[in-house]
């Protein structure tokens, strides 16, 4: 955990927060694997470009919220 290698004490809390989490990434990112099985390398850049570029609209859109708060 990083906590442990970060000299923090480890709480009940978060370890129940990692193994919670874990308990939901693990069969995710298994399932996701398989669903990508399905797809070409090209279309796999080309999910990958769209992802990108849907993660760089989101960032933008938050900074521009951000802005118009400020």
């Known amino acids: 955990m990083d906590a ?3 000299g ?3 709480t009940p809390g978060a370890l129940g927060a990692a193994a ?3 308990r939901f990434f ?3 990112g298994r399932r996701m694997s398989a669903a ?3 797809f070409t390398p090209e279309e796999r850049r080309v999910i990958g470009r769209f992802l990108g570029r849907g993660i760089e609209a ?4 938050r900074q521009e919220t951000a ?4």
């Open 36 to 38: 990508l099985e399905d």
């Open 26 to 28: 693990a069969p995710l």
């Open 8 to 10: 923090r004490p480890l």
């Open 67 to 70: 802005d118009d708060d400020a």
């Open 4 to 6: 442990s290698r970060e």
């Open 20 to 22: 919670l989490a874990s």
């Open 58 to 61: 989101v960032v933008a859109a």
